[in-house]
């Protein structure tokens, strides 16, 4: 069982950043795939950014490319995702997710293929 809390989420103008967290608690944290997502009201959840551990491959949807990053600080089992440039159609809560296989193209971005979810953090941005 792996146990996820995102955290750093809030209301920010657009143009600015945020930096979410996502720690990790019960099996190890370091061998997994681990993703963001998000889901804005009326909307189903959709895919953000993905990394695998094994080889450091990220994937990013289009929309955020050149804006958001994926980290992780194994000693402190903590996802990040620094998001920078923030639009106003960033807003809605995102959710961390990790599966314990590696993934590859359609695989990552599907909510179906995650094992474990956190309970997800708001972020608004305002125009």
């Known amino acids: 069982q792996v146990q996820l809390v995102e955290s750093g989420g809030g209301l920010v103008q657009a143009g600015g950043s945020l930096r979410l967290s996502c720690a990790a608690s019960g099996r190890a944290f370091f061998d997994y795939t681990k993703a963001w997502f998000r889901q804005a009201p009326g909307k189903e959840r959709e895919f953000v950014a993905v990394a695998n551990w094994i080889d450091r491959s990220t994937y990013y949807v289009d929309s955020v490319k050149g804006r958001f990053t994926i980290s992780r600080d194994n000693a402190k089992n903590t996802l990040y995702l620094q998001m920078n440039s923030l639009k106003p159609e960033d807003t809605a809560v995102y959710y961390c997710?990790?599966?314990?296989?590696?993934?590859?193209?359609?695989?990552?971005?599907?909510?179906?293929?995650?094992?474990?979810w956190g309970q997800g953090t708001q972020v608004t941005v305002s125009s």
């Open positions: 997710a990790v599966r314990d296989r590696y993934c590859t193209g359609s695989v990552c971005y599907d909510t179906n293929e995650y094992d474990y």
